[in-house]
């Protein structure tokens, strides 16, 4: 009754994905190399895993329609570029890494709050799965329900479930004007209840900064709110952070044990906390295990994508 | 495989002694287990137009256990289940296929905790998203995502179809204000689903749940992200004459880097039938309206509203109304929030589409539609979010005609087919359901498939869970056709 033939702009025929495709080929174990900025994470790589590159370069940015779809190992930084240029950025981390890394790594930028989530920014995700073939989920458009949410599940999957070669990015207006302030003292959850919307409050004990963004005059205005909870200064930008990340609720995270985390920067209002001790393994429930596990043995039956990493061991 | 589920029927009697009943009544109480045909002809349609399927017994829980313990009963009896909110779902997505245990949560309706420290509220999946969000007004918050459908539909009805609704352009949709599910898998387990840390560990099978149209299992509690409800808004009504001049300002405003809060259109046929309806004050001479909202601080609404004027302007507006009340503001929304209403008043049938086009590309694909209307002889009224995209053609006709159903699916198909070719997608909110599963192949490969029914396999190897739902038959959980041919008489 309908034809069933796949509308031609959802098929790939990028010839420099295809090779792609031919290089994880379909048997032996093999991972995607990106920046080598978060290279141990989840475990250390099974030996004898082969190591591929995942392919490069900006295909299609539509400033109008605020989508860029981008090869997963053009780096985050040249892709940003290339979106400052028309005023637009979009939520993935810039430090150092690629965009497929930066996706199946899944961490969040710190000023989150404004830029959003990082899970947000996917819409259409070319992976190449465990049998090497190129497979497509999502689509083009910035809002779309259209069968299972495959992106959702790549975001934070450590490679493990699909090496990814294109994707389909959400940009964002980079509003007129982005300031931070900074003050000794002041009380953070003070300073996030006075605002409406900041970009980033941060906290480490003794200070507190604040990113504020939009049009001048509204920062102007949020601003002075600002200053009716603490001395608020206008400094450059954040502090440094140390370097371990720990994800807590946002209730905790303004709670933390100095002594556990050591020198420490809290993301207010997230639960992020940047310290210099590491977060000790969290666990994950048995029967969410069982779940994880059977997903990943349905897409990868023998093992062979990115073996020796963990996406719950993060 | 038609064989093979007819013996396993065939050996059910259609007393309401048949063991499985008798089980739920025992789990629940005997009152909230339902199986006298009344219950379960209601509970085998939801608000699509698609034929009812065939519902077994309805089960009405109230707390998370008792959904367990039905999950549990149906593995042990070899049965399916179809979990049901309000029913409002438009693809099909609550039809009960293969005779399952309907599980239907609106008993499971109370808001459990607002927690202002982590910004969540804690929900029962029953709670009906308007009540939420008036709930939390007194807070100062609202729960962003609202769905013409408000007023009845549930939260877990909801998250299962990632719902939208006007104010989601700027906010997102139900899967960013979804922070964590408490979920019946299909083995009966419960699990906690993603969670109030800021990155939760493992995979992300909280943002996979959402959007998975009942078919992962069971939400029974959720925790919904807090939005701080806006300080200042300004609604702006803009006249057009042609639509095409409508959708152009819509595309021009997001060119210029504005993100509204919210952006519907509306053509004449609509604001008309509104107007007749609740009076809201639209203009009946424009061919289309376009309503227009930024929320914030003070001089930012300003100054956005003054710049949306502008493109309006630039694009032909004909008159640009900003709203001076609050009172004014809220009946141009109940113009927009009953169109659905207006119409149903007007029409013998309707057929409410849904399809995400590219913003520049819409208003070539609305010329493309009122076209699909002329070629097959038909009403098509447009009324849609337009901000980002996401349009709603309604196909208004007469069921008692003859033939008219056959051209009312053969434009459907034709919409569908004009919004891929602009590089659309097949649903924006409404979901698959059982409405679009025979065009998810046109959308994507067989080996694109293949991995969406791995992954459902993952959380219901056995298919138990809404089984004939979302991928097309071919694939594993997807044989409708046998499905469907569960005969009548096995539930009487
Ligand atoms: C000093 C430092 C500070 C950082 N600070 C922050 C910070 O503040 N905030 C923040 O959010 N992030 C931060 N990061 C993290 C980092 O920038 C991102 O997570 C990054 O983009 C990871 O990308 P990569 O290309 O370096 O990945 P790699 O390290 O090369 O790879 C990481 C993992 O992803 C896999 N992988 C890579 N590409 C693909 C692909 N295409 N398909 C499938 N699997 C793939 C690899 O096999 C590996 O298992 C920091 C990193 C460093 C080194
Ligand atoms: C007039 C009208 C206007 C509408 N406007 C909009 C709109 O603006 N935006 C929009 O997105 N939709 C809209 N809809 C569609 C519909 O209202 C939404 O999809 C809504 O979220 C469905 O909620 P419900 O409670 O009625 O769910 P139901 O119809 O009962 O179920 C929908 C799906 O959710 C599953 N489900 C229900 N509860 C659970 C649970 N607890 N756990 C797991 N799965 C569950 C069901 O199995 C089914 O697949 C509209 C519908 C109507 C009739």
């Given at each position: 009754m309908t034809d069933s033939t796949t509308s031609p702009l959802l098929v790939s025929t990028d010839p420099v994905l295809a090779e792609f495709a031919e290089d994880v080929g379909t048997s032996e174990p093999v991972a995607v190399a990106g920046?080598?900025?978060?290279?141990e994470l989840g475990g250390a790589l099974g030996p004898g895993t082969r190591i591929v590159t995942a392919p490069s370069g900006i295909v299609d940015y539509q400033p109008e329609e605020m989508t860029v779809r981008v090869r997963a190992g053009t780096s985050v930084a040249e892709l940003h570029d290339e979106l400052a240029a028309k005023g637009q950025r979009t939520g993935l981390p810039e430090r150092g890494g690629t965009i497929g890394g930066a996706l199946v790594v899944g961490?969040?930028?710190?000023?989150c709050l404004g830029r959003g989530r990082l899970r947000e920014t996917l819409l259409q995700v070319r992976y190449v799965s465990a049998e090497g073939l190129m497979v497509n989920s999502g689509?083009?458009?910035?809002?779309?329900?259209?069968?299972?949410?495959l992106p959702r599940l790549m975001v934070g999957s450590l490679g493990t479930l699909g090496l990814i070669a294109e994707v389909i990015l959400r940009t964002n207006p980079i509003p007129a004007v982005s300031r931070w302030f900074c003050a000794a003292g002041a009380d953070p959850g003070a300073v996030g209840e006075a605002?409406?919307?900041?970009?980033a409050v941060l906290a480490d004990g003794q200070q507190t900064w604040v990113e504020l963004e939009g049009h001048g005059a509204d920062v102007d205005e949020q601003a002075a709110r600002l200053r009716t909870v603490g001395s608020f200064e206008v400094v450059d930008g954040p502090p440094s952070f140390p370097p371990h990340r720990w994800s807590l609720t946002p209730g905790q995270a303004l709670e933390v044990d100095d002594a556990m985390l050591g020198d420490h920067v809290t993301i207010v209002g997230v639960g992020l906390v940047f310290a210099s001790e590491p977060q000790p393994r969290r666990s994950i429930e048995p029967n969410i295990a069982i779940v994880s596990d059977r997903i990943k043995s349905n897409f990868d039956p023998t093992g062979r994508?990115?073996?020796?990493?963990?996406p719950a061991q993060k | 495989m038609l064989a093979g589920m007819r013996n396993r029927f065939s050996r059910?009697?259609?007393?309401?002694?048949d063991p499985f009943v008798d089980a739920l009544r025992g789990a629940l109480s005997?009152?909230?287990v339902k199986f006298d045909g009344a219950h379960r002809s209601l509970h085998s349609?939801?608000?699509?137009v698609f034929d009812g399927g065939n519902s077994g017994p309805v089960v009405y829980p109230e707390t998370t256990a008792e959904v367990q313990a039905v999950v549990r009963l149906a593995n042990d009896y070899d049965r399916n289940v179809v979990p049901r909110g309000a029913?409002?779902?438009?693809?099909?997505?609550?039809?009960?296929?293969?005779a399952p245990v309907v599980v239907a949560v609106?008993?499971?309706?109370?808001?459990?905790e607002i927690d202002p420290i982590n910004m969540v509220a804690w929900v029962e999946p029953g709670v009906i998203n308007l009540d939420l969000t008036k709930h939390l007004q007194p807070f100062?918050?609202?729960?962003a995502p609202d769905p013409s459908s408000q007023q009845v539909c549930t939260i877990g009805g909801n998250v299962a179809n990632n719902s939208g609704g006007p104010?989601?352009?700027?906010?997102?949709?139900?899967n960013a204000h979804v922070v964590a599910l408490e979920v019946v898998l299909p083995s009966g387990d419960v699990v906690m689903l993603g969670?109030?840390?800021a990155e939760p560990q493992g995979l992300d099978l909280r943002g996979v749940f959402v959007g998975s149209e009942g078919t992962l299992g069971i939400t029974t509690r959720v925790a919904v992200r807090l939005t701080k409800n806006r300080p200042e808004v300004r609604t702006l009504l803009l006249s057009f004459a042609t639509v095409s001049d409508a959708a152009n300002t819509v595309s021009g405003v997001i060119a210029a880097g504005i993100v509204p809060a919210a952006m519907e259109v509306m053509d004449q046929r609509i604001t008309q039938a509104v107007e007749n309806y609740?009076?809201?004050?639209?203009?009946?001479?424009?061919a289309a309206v376009l309503l227009a909202e930024v929320d914030g601080l003070a001089d930012g609404v300003d100054i956005d509203a003054d710049r949306i004027a502008e493109i309006g302007r630039a694009n032909g507006a004909t008159a640009v109304r900003l709203a001076e009340s609050d009172q004014e503001r809220a009946l141009l929304w109940k113009g927009r929030k009953t169109a659905f209403g207006a119409i149903a008043q007007i029409a013998p049938d309707y057929y409410l589409h849904d399809t995400v086009v590219p913003r520049s590309a819409l208003a070539g694909v609305l010329e493309e539609i009122y076209a699909i209307a002329d070629r097959h002889d038909l009403l098509i009224m447009n009324v849609f979010h337009a901000g980002d995209g996401n349009l709603h053609p309604l196909i208004i006709f007469d069921?008692?005609?003859?033939?008219v159903l056959d051209r009312v699916h053969a434009a459907g198909a034709d919409i569908i087919t004009a919004s891929l070719d602009a590089g659309?997608?097949?649903?924006?909110?409404?979901?698959?359901?059982?409405?679009k599963q025979q065009y998810m192949e046109r959308m994507f490969s067989a080996d694109d498939l293949d991995h969406q029914n791995r992954l459902r396999q993952g959380f219901d190897p056995g298919c138990?869970?809404?089984?004939?739902?979302?991928i097309p038959s071919g694939?594993?959980?997807?044989?409708i056709q046998s499905l469907r041919a569960v005969p009548n008489e096995v539930w009487g």
């Open positions: 920046g080598r900025t978060r290279w961490e969040n930028d710190y000023r689509g083009p458009t910035v809002k779309n329900v259209s069968g299972f949410d605002l409406l919307a900041p970009s994508l990115n073996p020796g990493r963990n | 059910r009697t259609e007393t309401s002694g005997p009152e909230r349609h939801d608000a699509s029913g409002t779902g438009l693809a099909g997505g609550a039809i009960p296929l293969g609106t008993r499971m309706n109370a808001v459990l100062g918050f609202h729960f104010h989601c352009l700027a906010y997102g949709v139900t969670g109030l840390e609740v009076g809201a004050g639209y203009p009946l001479d424009a069921a008692r005609h003859e033939g659309g997608v097949l649903s924006g909110e409404h979901g698959i359901g059982v409405e138990r869970t809404n089984p004939g739902k979302v694939h594993s959980c997807a044989d």
